[in-house]
Protein backbone atom coordinates (compact mmCIF):
# COMPACT_ATOMS: atom_id res chain seq x y z
CA UNK A 1 0.00 0.00 0.00
CA UNK A 2 2.84 2.23 0.27
CA UNK A 3 2.90 2.72 -3.44
CA UNK A 4 -0.75 3.83 -3.66
CA UNK A 5 -0.06 6.30 -0.38
CA UNK A 6 2.79 7.82 -2.21
CA UNK A 7 1.41 8.22 -5.36
CA UNK A 8 -0.88 10.98 -3.82
CA UNK A 9 1.20 13.11 -1.50
CA UNK A 10 4.14 12.72 -3.89
CA UNK A 11 5.65 16.09 -4.58
CA UNK A 12 4.51 15.80 -8.20
CA UNK A 13 1.56 14.85 -7.29
CA UNK A 14 -0.20 17.92 -9.17
CA UNK A 15 2.02 17.77 -12.08
CA UNK A 16 0.61 16.93 -15.06
CA UNK A 17 -0.02 13.03 -15.44
CA UNK A 18 0.34 13.24 -19.33
CA UNK A 19 3.99 14.33 -18.46
CA UNK A 20 4.96 11.99 -16.17
CA UNK A 21 3.32 9.30 -18.33
CA UNK A 22 5.34 10.30 -21.87
CA UNK A 23 8.51 10.38 -19.69
CA UNK A 24 8.11 7.08 -18.34
CA UNK A 25 7.53 5.71 -21.22
CA UNK A 26 10.25 7.30 -23.50
CA UNK A 27 12.14 5.78 -20.41
CA UNK A 28 10.76 2.27 -20.91
CA UNK A 29 11.25 2.08 -24.69
CA UNK A 30 14.96 3.43 -24.39
CA UNK A 31 15.69 0.79 -22.19
CA UNK A 32 14.30 -1.94 -23.89
CA UNK A 33 15.87 -0.70 -27.32
CA UNK A 34 18.85 -0.78 -25.98
CA UNK A 35 21.63 -3.06 -27.34
CA UNK A 36 24.40 -2.44 -24.17
CA UNK A 37 23.78 -2.47 -20.93
CA UNK A 38 25.06 1.19 -20.42
CA UNK A 39 21.95 2.88 -21.29
CA UNK A 40 19.16 0.99 -19.16
CA UNK A 41 21.38 1.45 -16.43
CA UNK A 42 21.64 5.12 -17.00
CA UNK A 43 17.91 5.11 -17.54
CA UNK A 44 17.74 3.60 -13.77
CA UNK A 45 19.94 5.91 -12.55
CA UNK A 46 17.86 8.51 -13.75
CA UNK A 47 14.34 7.15 -12.65
CA UNK A 48 15.85 6.52 -9.12
CA UNK A 49 16.88 10.26 -8.73
CA UNK A 50 13.61 11.60 -10.29
CA UNK A 51 11.62 9.67 -8.24
CA UNK A 52 13.62 9.96 -4.90
CA UNK A 53 15.18 13.24 -5.33
CA UNK A 54 12.48 14.85 -7.60
CA UNK A 55 9.10 13.86 -6.45
CA UNK A 56 10.89 13.16 -2.91
CA UNK A 57 10.12 9.43 -2.43
CA UNK A 58 11.84 8.49 1.20
CA UNK A 59 14.61 6.19 -0.04
CA UNK A 60 14.53 3.87 2.48
CA UNK A 61 10.91 3.48 1.16
CA UNK A 62 11.90 3.21 -2.31
CA UNK A 63 14.81 0.96 -1.81
CA UNK A 64 12.19 -1.75 -0.27
CA UNK A 65 9.92 -1.10 -2.75
CA UNK A 66 12.88 -2.12 -5.97
CA UNK A 67 14.25 -4.62 -4.10
CA UNK A 68 11.91 -7.31 -4.19
CA UNK A 69 11.62 -6.91 -9.22
CA UNK A 70 15.34 -6.16 -8.64
CA UNK A 71 16.28 -9.34 -6.81
CA UNK A 72 13.74 -11.72 -8.76
CA UNK A 73 15.54 -10.14 -12.19
CA UNK A 74 19.07 -10.90 -10.59
CA UNK A 75 18.18 -14.46 -10.00
CA UNK A 76 16.49 -14.88 -13.42
CA UNK A 77 19.19 -13.77 -14.81
CA UNK A 78 21.98 -15.96 -12.89
CA UNK A 79 19.91 -18.70 -14.59
CA UNK A 80 20.81 -16.80 -18.03
CA UNK A 81 24.07 -16.82 -17.94
CA UNK A 82 24.49 -20.38 -16.78
CA UNK A 83 24.43 -22.72 -20.03
CA UNK A 84 24.06 -26.87 -19.64
CA UNK A 85 25.60 -27.62 -22.85
CA UNK A 86 28.17 -25.60 -22.97
CA UNK A 87 29.23 -23.00 -25.48
CA UNK A 88 31.94 -22.47 -27.26
CA UNK A 89 34.24 -20.37 -24.77
CA UNK A 90 34.18 -21.60 -21.43
CA UNK A 91 35.16 -19.34 -18.32
CA UNK A 92 34.27 -21.84 -15.77
CA UNK A 93 32.82 -25.59 -15.85
CA UNK A 94 31.22 -27.55 -13.34
CA UNK A 95 30.74 -31.39 -13.99
CA UNK A 96 26.84 -32.31 -12.74
CA UNK A 97 25.42 -35.86 -12.88
CA UNK A 98 26.94 -36.23 -17.02
CA UNK A 99 25.86 -32.48 -17.91
CA UNK A 100 28.24 -29.89 -17.64
CA UNK A 101 27.48 -26.61 -15.94
CA UNK A 102 29.36 -23.70 -18.13
CA UNK A 103 29.24 -20.43 -18.14
CA UNK A 104 30.44 -18.36 -21.02
CA UNK A 105 31.54 -15.17 -21.76
CA UNK A 106 28.41 -14.75 -24.20
CA UNK A 107 26.20 -15.85 -21.80
CA UNK A 108 27.53 -13.53 -19.08
CA UNK A 109 26.76 -10.52 -21.44
CA UNK A 110 23.22 -11.76 -22.86
CA UNK A 111 22.58 -11.75 -18.80
CA UNK A 112 24.21 -8.13 -18.00
CA UNK A 113 22.00 -6.69 -20.85
CA UNK A 114 18.70 -8.59 -19.64
CA UNK A 115 18.95 -7.57 -16.56
CA UNK A 116 19.84 -4.29 -17.11
CA UNK A 117 17.02 -3.46 -19.89
CA UNK A 118 14.63 -5.05 -17.43
CA UNK A 119 15.88 -2.94 -14.81
CA UNK A 120 16.09 0.27 -16.71
CA UNK A 121 12.18 -1.02 -17.53
CA UNK A 122 10.77 -1.89 -14.03
CA UNK A 123 12.20 1.54 -12.61
CA UNK A 124 11.00 3.67 -15.12
CA UNK A 125 7.11 2.05 -14.55
CA UNK A 126 7.97 2.44 -10.65
CA UNK A 127 8.61 5.79 -11.14
CA UNK A 128 4.85 6.24 -12.70
CA UNK A 129 3.41 4.27 -10.16
CA UNK A 130 5.18 6.16 -7.09
CA UNK A 131 3.88 9.86 -8.65
CA UNK A 132 0.39 9.13 -10.36
CA UNK A 133 -2.67 8.04 -8.59
CA UNK A 134 -4.02 4.85 -10.09
CA UNK A 135 -7.36 6.79 -11.06
CA UNK A 136 -4.50 9.47 -13.29
CA UNK A 137 -3.06 6.36 -14.98
CA UNK A 138 -6.68 5.10 -15.91
CA UNK A 139 -7.46 8.56 -17.17
CA UNK A 140 -4.52 8.65 -19.20
CA UNK A 141 -5.12 5.56 -20.84
CA UNK A 142 -8.47 6.35 -21.28
CA UNK A 143 -7.59 9.45 -23.33
CA UNK A 144 -5.14 7.29 -25.33
CA UNK A 145 -8.32 5.18 -26.29
CA UNK A 146 -8.07 2.39 -24.16
CA UNK A 147 -11.41 0.40 -24.19
CA UNK A 148 -14.41 1.50 -22.17
CA UNK A 149 -15.06 -1.71 -20.74
CA UNK A 150 -11.54 -1.88 -19.10
CA UNK A 151 -11.38 1.49 -18.00
CA UNK A 152 -14.56 0.94 -16.30
CA UNK A 153 -13.94 -2.60 -14.41
CA UNK A 154 -10.38 -0.87 -13.25
CA UNK A 155 -12.32 1.92 -11.85
CA UNK A 156 -14.45 -0.48 -9.92
CA UNK A 157 -11.98 -2.74 -9.29
CA UNK A 158 -9.78 0.01 -7.83
CA UNK A 159 -11.68 1.10 -5.56
CA UNK A 160 -13.70 -2.02 -4.66
CA UNK A 161 -10.32 -2.70 -3.53
CA UNK A 162 -9.93 -1.03 -0.48
CA UNK A 163 -13.66 -1.40 0.43
CA UNK A 164 -13.09 -5.03 0.60
CA UNK A 165 -9.62 -4.71 2.76
CA UNK A 166 -11.79 -2.80 4.94
CA UNK A 167 -14.72 -5.66 5.59
CA UNK A 168 -12.20 -8.32 5.43
CA UNK A 169 -10.69 -5.99 8.04
CA UNK A 170 -13.71 -5.86 10.39
CA UNK A 171 -14.84 -9.38 9.93
CA UNK A 172 -11.30 -10.65 10.97
CA UNK A 173 -10.72 -8.52 14.05
CA UNK A 174 -14.05 -9.55 14.94
CA UNK A 175 -13.79 -13.08 14.54
CA UNK A 176 -10.01 -13.16 16.36
CA UNK A 177 -11.88 -11.16 18.97
CA UNK A 178 -13.78 -14.54 19.94
CA UNK A 179 -10.93 -16.36 19.72
CA UNK A 180 -11.52 -17.37 16.05
CA UNK A 181 -7.53 -18.07 15.51
CA UNK A 182 -6.27 -19.49 18.60
CA UNK A 183 -5.69 -22.81 17.08
CA UNK A 184 -4.74 -23.97 13.64
CA UNK A 185 -8.49 -25.75 13.56
CA UNK A 186 -10.23 -22.86 14.41
CA UNK A 187 -8.21 -21.03 11.84
CA UNK A 188 -9.07 -22.77 9.19
CA UNK A 189 -13.04 -22.55 10.49
CA UNK A 190 -12.64 -18.89 10.56
CA UNK A 191 -11.17 -18.38 7.11
CA UNK A 192 -13.68 -20.34 6.08
CA UNK A 193 -16.74 -18.31 7.36
CA UNK A 194 -14.89 -15.32 6.56
CA UNK A 195 -14.61 -16.55 3.22
CA UNK A 196 -17.91 -17.37 2.21
CA UNK A 197 -19.14 -14.04 4.73
CA UNK A 198 -17.12 -11.54 2.26
CA UNK A 199 -18.72 -13.63 -0.89
CA UNK A 200 -22.07 -12.84 0.61
CA UNK A 201 -21.06 -9.20 1.42
CA UNK A 202 -19.91 -8.29 -1.97
CA UNK A 203 -23.10 -9.68 -3.88
CA UNK A 204 -25.11 -7.94 -1.25
CA UNK A 205 -22.74 -4.71 -2.21
CA UNK A 206 -23.10 -5.01 -5.90
CA UNK A 207 -26.76 -4.66 -5.51
CA UNK A 208 -26.91 -1.45 -3.82
CA UNK A 209 -24.35 0.03 -6.02
CA UNK A 210 -26.11 -0.78 -8.83
CA UNK A 211 -29.03 1.10 -7.53
CA UNK A 212 -27.13 3.65 -6.35
CA UNK A 213 -25.28 4.00 -9.85
CA UNK A 214 -29.68 3.70 -11.25
CA UNK A 215 -30.84 6.92 -8.90
CA UNK A 216 -27.89 8.93 -10.68
CA UNK A 217 -29.32 7.73 -14.00
CA UNK A 218 -26.62 5.05 -14.63
CA UNK A 219 -27.58 3.33 -18.08
CA UNK A 220 -25.07 0.98 -19.00
CA UNK A 221 -22.70 3.34 -19.28
CA UNK A 222 -20.09 4.58 -16.95
CA UNK A 223 -19.50 8.17 -17.79
CA UNK A 224 -17.44 10.53 -15.52
CA UNK A 225 -14.87 13.31 -16.38
CA UNK A 226 -11.05 13.71 -14.95
CA UNK A 227 -10.23 16.08 -12.99
CA UNK A 228 -8.75 18.98 -14.80
CA UNK A 229 -4.71 19.47 -14.78
CA UNK A 230 -2.70 21.96 -16.55
CA UNK A 231 -0.16 20.98 -19.07
CA UNK A 232 3.35 22.69 -18.06
CA UNK A 233 5.32 23.55 -21.26
CA UNK A 234 8.61 23.55 -19.83
CA UNK A 235 7.86 19.83 -18.02
CA UNK A 236 6.52 18.31 -21.45
CA UNK A 237 9.65 19.90 -23.64
CA UNK A 238 11.72 18.60 -20.78
CA UNK A 239 10.36 15.03 -20.99
CA UNK A 240 10.24 15.10 -24.13
CA UNK A 241 14.01 16.30 -24.91
CA UNK A 242 14.90 13.64 -22.16
CA UNK A 243 12.99 10.67 -23.37
CA UNK A 244 14.14 11.57 -27.01
CA UNK A 245 17.45 11.69 -26.42
CA UNK A 246 17.67 8.42 -24.59
CA UNK A 247 15.68 6.54 -27.25
CA UNK A 248 18.22 7.92 -30.11
CA UNK A 249 21.03 7.04 -27.97
CA UNK A 250 19.80 3.53 -27.31
CA UNK A 251 19.03 2.96 -31.31
CA UNK A 252 22.57 4.66 -31.91
CA UNK A 253 25.19 2.76 -29.66
CA UNK A 254 26.20 -0.56 -31.04
CA UNK A 255 28.03 -2.94 -28.63
CA UNK B 1 -53.07 25.11 -1.61
CA UNK B 2 -50.33 24.39 -3.87
CA UNK B 3 -49.73 20.52 -5.80
CA UNK B 4 -47.38 18.42 -3.76
CA UNK B 5 -43.82 17.91 -5.50
CA UNK B 6 -44.61 14.35 -4.48
CA UNK B 7 -47.58 12.21 -4.00
CA UNK B 8 -48.29 8.43 -3.78
CA UNK B 9 -51.45 7.37 -3.81
CA UNK B 10 -52.85 3.64 -2.32
CA UNK B 11 -49.25 2.95 -3.38
CA UNK B 12 -48.53 -1.45 -3.36
CA UNK B 13 -45.29 -2.58 -3.43
CA UNK B 14 -44.84 -6.54 -2.91
CA UNK B 15 -41.27 -8.08 -3.05
CA UNK B 16 -40.69 -10.82 -5.37
CA UNK B 17 -40.53 -13.42 -2.53
CA UNK B 18 -43.79 -12.25 -1.24
CA UNK B 19 -43.29 -9.87 0.87
CA UNK B 20 -45.44 -6.81 1.19
CA UNK B 21 -43.31 -3.53 2.13
CA UNK B 22 -46.24 -1.55 0.99
CA UNK B 23 -49.64 -1.62 1.45
CA UNK B 24 -52.21 0.71 0.32
CA UNK B 25 -49.92 3.78 0.91
CA UNK B 26 -50.75 7.62 0.58
CA UNK B 27 -48.62 10.26 1.28
CA UNK B 28 -47.50 13.72 -0.01
CA UNK B 29 -44.61 15.88 0.47
CA UNK B 30 -44.85 19.67 0.67
CA UNK B 31 -42.72 21.91 -1.42
CA UNK B 32 -39.82 22.94 0.03
CA UNK B 33 -40.43 21.90 3.41
CA UNK B 34 -38.62 19.40 5.63
CA UNK B 35 -39.97 16.25 6.02
CA UNK B 36 -38.82 13.45 8.39
CA UNK B 37 -39.82 9.93 7.50
CA UNK B 38 -40.22 7.66 10.59
CA UNK B 39 -40.95 4.00 11.11
CA UNK B 40 -39.88 1.40 13.01
CA UNK B 41 -37.08 -1.04 11.22
CA UNK B 42 -38.94 -3.02 7.94
CA UNK B 43 -41.59 -0.67 7.85
CA UNK B 44 -41.04 0.04 4.41
CA UNK B 45 -39.03 3.07 4.27
CA UNK B 46 -36.41 2.10 2.54
CA UNK B 47 -38.93 0.61 -0.54
CA UNK B 48 -40.95 4.14 0.16
CA UNK B 49 -37.51 6.15 -1.21
CA UNK B 50 -36.74 3.27 -3.49
CA UNK B 51 -40.02 4.00 -5.62
CA UNK B 52 -39.94 7.83 -5.08
CA UNK B 53 -36.70 7.88 -7.19
CA UNK B 54 -38.32 5.10 -9.65
CA UNK B 55 -35.87 2.56 -8.64
CA UNK B 56 -38.82 0.34 -8.04
CA UNK B 57 -42.06 0.22 -10.11
CA UNK B 58 -45.45 -0.23 -7.76
CA UNK B 59 -48.09 -3.15 -8.26
CA UNK B 60 -50.56 -0.86 -7.69
CA UNK B 61 -51.08 3.16 -7.33
CA UNK B 62 -49.60 6.21 -8.91
CA UNK B 63 -46.80 8.13 -7.97
CA UNK B 64 -47.01 11.91 -8.94
CA UNK B 65 -44.15 14.19 -9.57
CA UNK B 66 -45.62 17.77 -9.28
CA UNK B 67 -48.79 16.45 -10.10
CA UNK B 68 -47.82 13.91 -13.09
CA UNK B 69 -47.85 10.37 -12.75
CA UNK B 70 -44.20 9.00 -13.06
CA UNK B 71 -43.33 7.47 -16.20
CA UNK B 72 -40.78 4.53 -16.36
CA UNK B 73 -39.53 4.78 -19.63
CA UNK B 74 -35.37 6.34 -20.32
CA UNK B 75 -36.22 9.82 -20.97
CA UNK B 76 -39.06 9.52 -17.93
CA UNK B 77 -36.57 8.25 -15.48
CA UNK B 78 -33.70 10.33 -15.96
CA UNK B 79 -36.30 13.09 -15.36
CA UNK B 80 -37.31 12.00 -12.45
CA UNK B 81 -33.83 11.15 -11.35
CA UNK B 82 -32.84 14.56 -11.84
CA UNK B 83 -35.52 15.99 -10.03
CA UNK B 84 -35.81 13.54 -7.23
CA UNK B 85 -31.89 12.94 -5.81
CA UNK B 86 -31.29 10.27 -3.88
CA UNK B 87 -28.69 9.85 -1.01
CA UNK B 88 -27.94 6.29 0.29
CA UNK B 89 -26.75 5.67 3.80
CA UNK B 90 -24.10 3.63 3.20
CA UNK B 91 -21.25 6.18 1.46
CA UNK B 92 -19.18 2.90 -0.03
CA UNK B 93 -22.60 1.55 -1.92
CA UNK B 94 -22.46 4.84 -3.81
CA UNK B 95 -19.30 6.24 -4.25
CA UNK B 96 -17.61 4.18 -7.67
CA UNK B 97 -14.52 5.76 -8.10
CA UNK B 98 -11.32 6.27 -6.48
CA UNK B 99 -11.52 9.84 -7.36
CA UNK B 100 -14.82 12.21 -5.84
CA UNK B 101 -14.56 14.39 -9.07
CA UNK B 102 -15.34 11.51 -11.50
CA UNK B 103 -17.68 9.92 -9.06
CA UNK B 104 -19.61 13.68 -8.39
CA UNK B 105 -19.34 14.08 -12.62
CA UNK B 106 -21.27 10.94 -13.31
CA UNK B 107 -24.69 12.39 -12.31
CA UNK B 108 -24.40 15.68 -14.34
CA UNK B 109 -22.68 13.90 -17.39
CA UNK B 110 -25.79 11.27 -16.97
CA UNK B 111 -27.93 14.42 -17.69
CA UNK B 112 -26.16 14.93 -21.05
CA UNK B 113 -25.31 18.43 -20.35
CA UNK B 114 -22.04 19.62 -22.02
CA UNK B 115 -18.41 19.49 -20.26
CA UNK B 116 -18.08 22.96 -19.22
CA UNK B 117 -21.43 23.57 -17.32
CA UNK B 118 -20.46 20.05 -15.79
CA UNK B 119 -17.58 20.98 -14.99
CA UNK B 120 -18.96 24.51 -13.05
CA UNK B 121 -21.23 22.33 -11.46
CA UNK B 122 -18.61 19.39 -9.96
CA UNK B 123 -16.69 22.86 -8.72
CA UNK B 124 -19.94 24.11 -7.12
CA UNK B 125 -20.69 20.74 -5.44
CA UNK B 126 -17.51 20.30 -3.97
CA UNK B 127 -17.31 24.03 -2.61
CA UNK B 128 -21.16 23.64 -1.19
CA UNK B 129 -20.08 20.26 0.63
CA UNK B 130 -16.52 21.81 1.26
CA UNK B 131 -14.40 18.85 -0.20
CA UNK B 132 -12.26 21.48 -2.00
CA UNK B 133 -9.31 20.81 0.07
CA UNK B 134 -9.79 16.81 -0.13
CA UNK B 135 -10.97 16.73 -3.55
CA UNK B 136 -7.03 15.98 -4.28
CA UNK B 137 -7.06 12.64 -1.95
CA UNK B 138 -8.48 9.33 -2.81
CA UNK B 139 -12.00 8.17 -1.63
CA UNK B 140 -10.36 5.36 0.81
CA UNK B 141 -8.51 8.23 2.39
CA UNK B 142 -11.45 9.94 3.80
CA UNK B 143 -13.47 9.92 6.61
CA UNK B 144 -16.73 8.90 7.00
CA UNK B 145 -18.23 12.21 7.31
CA UNK B 146 -16.20 13.13 4.26
CA UNK B 147 -17.67 10.25 2.51
CA UNK B 148 -20.75 10.97 3.60
CA UNK B 149 -20.72 14.70 2.61
CA UNK B 150 -19.03 13.70 -1.05
CA UNK B 151 -21.99 11.54 -1.56
CA UNK B 152 -24.49 14.38 -1.77
CA UNK B 153 -22.14 16.16 -3.85
CA UNK B 154 -22.65 13.96 -6.56
CA UNK B 155 -26.80 13.90 -6.08
CA UNK B 156 -26.54 17.50 -5.64
CA UNK B 157 -24.52 18.62 -8.91
CA UNK B 158 -27.85 17.26 -10.74
CA UNK B 159 -29.17 20.40 -9.06
CA UNK B 160 -32.41 18.28 -7.87
CA UNK B 161 -35.77 19.81 -6.56
CA UNK B 162 -36.27 17.20 -4.04
CA UNK B 163 -33.71 15.37 -1.63
CA UNK B 164 -33.69 12.45 -0.42
CA UNK B 165 -31.77 11.27 2.52
CA UNK B 166 -31.75 8.08 4.03
CA UNK B 167 -30.40 8.00 7.66
CA UNK B 168 -27.96 10.94 6.69
CA UNK B 169 -26.96 11.51 10.81
CA UNK B 170 -26.47 8.21 11.04
CA UNK B 171 -22.72 7.50 12.19
CA UNK B 172 -21.75 10.76 12.02
CA UNK B 173 -20.32 12.21 15.38
CA UNK B 174 -22.09 15.74 17.41
CA UNK B 175 -19.84 18.10 15.78
CA UNK B 176 -19.93 16.47 12.19
CA UNK B 177 -23.82 15.97 13.00
CA UNK B 178 -24.24 19.53 13.54
CA UNK B 179 -22.14 20.94 10.52
CA UNK B 180 -24.46 18.72 8.38
CA UNK B 181 -27.23 20.35 9.31
CA UNK B 182 -26.51 23.77 8.96
CA UNK B 183 -25.34 21.95 5.42
CA UNK B 184 -29.10 20.69 5.05
CA UNK B 185 -30.29 23.92 6.38
CA UNK B 186 -28.79 26.02 3.64
CA UNK B 187 -30.28 23.51 1.03
CA UNK B 188 -33.85 24.06 2.40
CA UNK B 189 -33.07 28.06 1.83
CA UNK B 190 -32.17 27.29 -1.33
CA UNK B 191 -35.68 26.03 -2.04
CA UNK B 192 -34.61 22.34 -2.07
CA UNK B 193 -37.15 20.11 -0.79
CA UNK B 194 -35.71 17.88 2.17
CA UNK B 195 -36.75 14.47 3.08
CA UNK B 196 -35.00 12.35 5.73
CA UNK B 197 -35.36 8.59 7.04
CA UNK B 198 -34.48 8.89 10.78
CA UNK B 199 -35.08 6.83 13.94
CA UNK B 200 -33.64 9.64 16.01
CA UNK B 201 -37.47 11.35 17.65
CA UNK B 202 -35.48 14.55 19.09
CA UNK B 203 -34.12 15.02 15.59
CA UNK B 204 -37.05 14.77 13.63
CA UNK B 205 -39.06 16.67 16.79
CA UNK B 206 -35.97 19.67 16.21
CA UNK B 207 -35.29 19.33 12.62
CA UNK B 208 -38.43 18.44 10.82
CA UNK B 209 -41.29 21.12 9.37
CA UNK B 210 -43.52 17.63 8.34
CA UNK B 211 -43.32 14.14 9.17
CA UNK B 212 -44.51 10.88 8.07
CA UNK B 213 -44.91 8.36 10.56
CA UNK B 214 -45.23 4.34 8.57
CA UNK B 215 -46.37 1.37 10.57
CA UNK B 216 -46.04 -1.90 8.75
CA UNK B 217 -46.72 -0.50 5.24
CA UNK B 218 -49.12 1.59 6.13
CA UNK B 219 -49.49 5.49 6.50
CA UNK B 220 -50.00 5.52 10.47
CA UNK B 221 -49.98 9.54 10.28
CA UNK B 222 -48.78 12.45 8.48
CA UNK B 223 -48.28 16.43 9.10
CA UNK B 224 -46.69 18.93 10.95
CA UNK B 225 -44.38 17.35 13.10
CA UNK B 226 -45.23 19.29 16.44
CA UNK B 227 -48.59 17.84 16.34
CA UNK B 228 -47.67 14.48 15.06
CA UNK B 229 -44.55 13.34 16.95
CA UNK B 230 -46.70 14.34 20.38
CA UNK B 231 -49.89 11.91 19.52
CA UNK B 232 -49.79 8.80 21.88
CA UNK B 233 -50.65 6.59 19.02
CA UNK B 234 -47.38 7.58 17.45
CA UNK B 235 -45.36 7.33 21.04
CA UNK B 236 -46.95 3.58 21.09
CA UNK B 237 -45.60 2.83 17.22
CA UNK B 238 -42.41 4.16 17.82
CA UNK B 239 -41.48 2.81 21.24
CA UNK B 240 -40.80 7.02 22.39
CA UNK B 241 -41.53 10.35 22.03
CA UNK B 242 -38.95 13.21 21.65
CA UNK B 243 -37.65 14.19 25.20
CA UNK B 244 -38.42 17.86 24.68
CA UNK B 245 -42.02 17.52 23.98
CA UNK B 246 -42.01 14.78 27.06
CA UNK B 247 -40.35 17.51 29.48
CA UNK B 248 -42.41 20.57 28.19
CA UNK B 249 -45.91 18.15 28.55
CA UNK B 250 -44.07 16.90 32.49
CA UNK B 251 -43.41 20.46 33.36
CA UNK B 252 -46.77 21.88 32.59
CA UNK B 253 -48.40 19.63 34.53
CA UNK B 254 -46.41 20.70 37.72
CA UNK B 255 -47.28 24.42 37.01
CA UNK B 256 -44.47 26.10 34.79
CA UNK B 257 -46.07 26.36 31.07
CA UNK B 258 -43.00 26.57 28.84
CA UNK B 259 -45.71 26.68 25.74
CA UNK B 260 -46.42 30.22 27.14
CA UNK B 261 -46.57 33.23 24.84
CA UNK B 262 -47.57 30.89 21.96
CA UNK B 263 -43.91 29.99 22.36
CA UNK B 264 -42.69 26.21 21.43
CA UNK B 265 -39.35 24.76 22.22
CA UNK B 266 -38.17 22.42 19.63
CA UNK B 267 -34.31 21.53 21.07
CA UNK B 268 -32.77 21.10 24.79
CA UNK B 269 -31.19 24.57 23.92
CA UNK B 270 -34.45 26.17 23.04
CA UNK B 271 -36.22 24.59 26.49
CA UNK B 272 -33.75 25.52 28.88
CA UNK B 273 -34.09 29.31 27.21
CA UNK B 274 -37.88 29.10 27.62
CA UNK B 275 -37.30 28.10 31.41
CA UNK B 276 -34.36 30.58 32.19
CA UNK B 277 -37.50 33.39 30.34
CA UNK B 278 -40.00 32.22 32.41
CA UNK B 279 -37.66 32.09 35.88
CA UNK B 280 -36.50 35.72 34.79
CA UNK B 281 -39.97 36.83 34.72
CA UNK B 282 -41.09 35.10 38.28
CA UNK B 283 -38.36 36.89 40.00
CA UNK B 284 -38.87 40.47 38.23
CA UNK B 285 -42.63 40.55 37.39
Not at chain 1, 1 to 19: F, Q
Not at chain 2, 248 to 264: E, I, K, P, Q, S
Request: hydrophobic residues 45%; glycine residues 8%.
Amino acid sequence: MYIDTYAYSNRWRKVHPGEKGLFALLCLTSALLSRTALLPLAVAAITITMTVLGAGIPWRNYLRLALLPALFLLWSCLALAVSFSGGEIHLAEIPFLHLTISLSRQGIDQAELALARSLGASLSLLFLALTTPMTEIMGLLRSLGAPRLMIELMTIAYRQIFVFLEITGQIRAAQEARLGYASPRLAMKSLAGLTGNILLRSLSRARQNHQALLARGYDSKLRFLSPPHNWSPRNLAAAVAAGITLNILALAIHP
Amino acid sequence: MTTPVLELHEVSFTYPGGVTALDGFSAGITRGRRTAVLGRNGSGKTTLFSLLNGLKRPQKGVIKLNGEPLRYDRQGLLKLRQAVGMVFQDPDSQLFSACIYEDISFGPLNLGLPEAEIRNRVDKALTQMKLTDVANRPTHALSFGQKKRACIAGVLAMQPHVLILDEPFAGLDPVMAKEFMVVLDQLHQDGTSLIIATHDLDLAYAWADDVIILQDGHLLTQGKASEQLVLPSVHNELGAAPLVAELGRVLALTGTDVYGNGYHPRTGTELVQALIHQSRQEIDP
